[in-house]
């Protein structure tokens, strides 16, 4: 298929008149079917799959191939005695069914996820945590309700600062650091960006009901922001007149930030540039002196990828790639660039770095500040040619 029909695809999916094209898309992920790729385990217990970035060739993920991350088992919700608490420092609280939730402004929006720990796999020495390839991370239709919309409705008051977001999924954490017994998965927002537009409390994805996997019947998606704020299986909504200190707020998924000659633990919030290549694989074998059409996608969290480029000499000349869509906030953009493969045989090493529209580039060195997280240092993608 064309990039240019990728494009128009994309631009009709972001309008709201899309939903006769998504019966084609639910079409497409069953033609992956048998011999198509498949996600790859990264653990079975909790179910944790990689989609298998090497198969990118469209903005949005098939649902059957987006990436899963469970920190403990997925509960199964039924959805007609599901409730969702909305609570705390609010005028109004609220215990909201599907039905009522539904009563509000839909809303969709196209948002990248990606896992905070993806690309783990590249670390040296090894971090403790998931080892993700590139894959942790995927872009899908999202439609259910603003978070703002159901704020709104509870009426926050004015001493409030964070929203917490509770799921119904819990368990022990029993490696240090332990958790304090039996815990949710549980993050907060600060109010400000609880009210983005960009947040929504959804129940479809890619055009169907939310899968199981992906956090039946409710989920928070934070765009713009690492992919652990976008709780799944929402239960309660909790607003706090302090910032919350939860296990994964506060233990995990944070940073060493220096102030001061300090360093100081934050929570991760936001995604940083980044791009990665598609195709070639890594050790894939290219023809010698054939035109490989070099493929993947950059993204920029909540800013927009301003910049992509590409080296084909481990990193001595780099040249502009060609993007498929222009650059939004939220969503990746997909890349291609046309490489004349050298006509000795021997090795090569790949390299793509992005540049957003703050000026902030990738860099070439992992910074052990970000501890086992956000790895958006440039890799090689040293490949064959025969
Ligand atoms: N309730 C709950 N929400 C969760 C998680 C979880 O384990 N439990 N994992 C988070 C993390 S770390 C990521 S990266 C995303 C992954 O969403 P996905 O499994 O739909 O790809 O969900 C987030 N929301
Ligand atoms: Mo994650």
Redesign the pocket.
């Known amino acids: 298929m064309s990039e240019a029909l990728h494009w128009h695809r994309r631009r009709f999916l972001q309008s709201a008149a899309a939903l006769p094209w998504l019966g084609s898309l639910a079409l497409a992920q069953d033609q992956g079917g048998e011999g198509g790729p498949a996600r790859i385990v990264r653990e079975y217990q ?1 179910r944790n799959l990689e989609y298998p970035f090497a198969s990118l060739d469209q903005p949005i993920t098939p649902t059957r191939l ?7 088992p997925e509960p199964a919700l039924d959805a007609s005695t599901w409730r969702l608490k909305v609570e705390g420092a609010v005028e109004k609280p609220l215990e909201l069914d599907l039905a009522s939730l539904k009563q509000l402004p839909r809303v969709e929006r196209v948002v990248t ?5 993806n690309g783990r796999l590249f670390l040296t020495p090894t971090e403790r945590g998931v080892q993700w390839d590139t894959g ?1 991370i ?1 872009t899908a239709q999202w439609s259910g309700v603003s978070l703002g919309s159901v704020l709104d409705l509870a009426k926050v008051k004015p001493p409030a600062v964070e929203v917490v977001l509770e ?3 819990a368990g022990e954490v029993r490696s240090d650091p332990r958790s304090p017994g039996k815990i ?2 549980a993050r907060s927002l600060p109010l400000g960006k609880a009210r983005a537009p960009e947040v929504l409390l959804a129940y479809g994805m890619n055009g169907e009901p939310l899968p199981a ?3 039946f019947p409710l ?1 928070a998606v934070v765009g713009g922001w ?9 239960t309660r909504i909790l607003v706090v007149e302090q910032p919350f200190q939860g296990f994964y707020q506060s233990l995990d ?1 944070t940073y060493w930030e220096r102030q001061n000659g300090l360093p100081t633990l934050k929570p991760i919030t936001a995604m940083q540039v980044k791009s990665a290549i598609a195709r070639p694989a890594r050790g894939e074998v290219v023809a010698a002196g054939s035109k490989y059409v070099v493929r993947g996608a950059a993204w920029a969290g909540e800013s927009a990828v301003a910049r992509v480029e590409l080296s084909t000499d481990g990193g001595k000349s780099w040249q502009p790639v060609k993007l498929s869509s222009k650059p939004e906030p939220f969503v990746w953009t997909l890349w291609t660039h046309e490489w004349l493969v050298p006509r000795v045989p021997g090795t090569a090493s790949l390299m793509v770095r992005a540049t957003d529209a703050q000026g902030r580039t990738q860099p070439m060195q992992r910074d052990p500040d970000r501890r086992n997280y956000v790895i958006t240092h440039v890799v090689p993608t040293e490949v064959q040619i025969r």
């Open positions: 909790p987006f990436y899963v991350r469970n920190h403990f996820l990606e896992c905070a720990g942790a995927g799921g119904a999924d949710a998965f996997a992906h956090g989920r690492y992919g652990m704020a976008s709780i799944k299986w929402l998924y």
